[in-house]
């Protein structure tokens, strides 16, 4: 099947400092990405979704100037937590579209602990 | 987004079938059905999608009601490995962009 990956898969940052999290889709290109957080015995909360070269849409609540989502290519969002605090500790995942456009791929998840 | 109901876990034997259902009696006639899994601190795994007719793939089969108001997940076998939650979900097709909202899934324990 398709795959998208994450890196890094984990990351540790001191408060305050930004911190850039990479999701690719390795061998198919991805028209739209999505980027959800997941705390603890939590269900994926959906944070945004990110189409290639056009503004990500982010979901009510989210803020967009924390949070910010680059989708350069077909093959790569990134999505950087900006002034990072403890509470932005969490596990972020990202997926990929498929052309067609019926499934959707998941990363492996990246684990963000901010210190 | 259409809704989709499942109960919040289920206990299954190892090399047993297991019988995932999933109510969704919102659903549109061109919403498909998604079934994703996660296991523990990995990112949902694809499993199986359909629309109206049943469908098989190498993970499991999907069975959807005739009114598709609801459907279940069929894994043949369960394995250790089986043990995940398991997300039955209509995608929102909202514009040209259909997105994947997660509910609270099934958790699955798989006993040995």
């Known amino acids: 099947g398709a795959v998208v990956s994450q890196h890094p898969s984990w990351v540790i940052c001191k408060s305050g400092t930004s911190v850039k999290i990479e999701c690719r889709s390795l061998d198919f290109q991805a028209t739209t990405m999505f980027w959800y957080r997941q705390f603890p015995k939590q269900s994926l909360m959906l944070m945004a979704t990110?189409?290639?070269?056009?503004?990500?849409?982010?979901e009510q609540g989210v803020e967009k100037d924390k949070f910010l989502i680059n989708h350069a290519s077909l093959t790569l969002s990134t999505l950087t937590v900006t002034s990072a605090h403890p509470e932005d500790s969490s596990f972020y995942i990202c997926s990929a579209r498929t052309a067609s456009g019926n499934t959707i791929y998941f990363g492996e998840g990246s684990w963000l602990t901010v210190v | 987004d259409a809704k989709t109901t499942q109960p919040n876990s289920m206990e299954s034997n190892e090399e047993e079938p297991v019988h995932l259902p999933c109510n969704h009696s919102t659903i549109s006639g061109t919403d498909y059905i998604h079934w994703y899994r996660q296991l523990p601190s990995q990112g949902p795994e694809y499993v199986i999608h359909g629309l109206t007719s049943n469908v098989n793939n190498r993970m499991a089969s999907l069975a959807i009601a005739e009114d598709r108001k609801s459907s279940t997940l069929i894994l043949h076998r369960a394995t250790l490995r089986d043990a995940a939650v398991y997300y039955c979900i209509l995608p929102n097709y909202g514009g040209a962009t259909n997105k994947l909202i997660f509910g609270t899934g099934t958790l699955l324990a798989v006993q040995p």
């Open positions: 990110s189409n290639e070269g056009s503004k990500a849409t982010y």
